[in-house]
Nanobody, 126 residues
Framework: QVQLVESGGGLVQTGDSLRLSCAASTHPFSTYFVGWFRQAPGKEREFVAALSRNGGRTYYPNSGKGRFSISRDNAKNTVYLQINKLVPEDTAVYYC???????????????????WGQGTQVTVSS
């Protein structure tokens, strides 16, 4: 049973930075693409970032470039999401996910991911 456990969320203020972590129980972790999504109340799940198996290629939506940074440490089975200059619109539950066989062009689509974490809440106060 593959498990993904996110951590690092919390209540922060506008302009703060936050680093989310996602620890995976699967081996070898390096065989999976990894992605981060978020879902705000009343909204659909939204793609935030994704990363190739060896960490050499990143994927971001145009709206998120510059403030979000995804990285991974395959030795620790962990993926990270750095979020800078947080704004209230970033308030959401953030989820990590892994995909065994996605194409890079499909990583924005939640359906290509095989396993999901339970999410971590990020709340940004104004």
């Amino acid at each position: 049973q593959v498990q993904l456990v996110e951590s690092g969320g919390g209540l922060v203020q506008t302009g703060d930075s936050l680093r989310l972590s996602c620890a995976a129980s699967t081996h070898p972790f390096s065989t999976y693409f990894v992605g981060w999504f978020r879902q705000a109340p009343g909204k659909e799940r939204e793609f935030v970032a994704a990363l190739s198996r060896n960490g050499g290629r990143t994927y971001y939506p145009n709206s998120g470039k510059g403030r979000f940074s995804i990285s991974r440490d395959n030795a620790k089975n962990t993926v990270y999401l750095q979020i800078n200059k947080l704004v209230p619109e970033d308030t959401a539950v953030y989820y990590c996910a892994i995909s065994a066989a996605a194409l890079g062009s499909d990583l924005e689509r939640s359906i290509v991911y095989d396993y999901w974490g339970q999410g971590t809440q990020v709340t940004v106060s104004s």
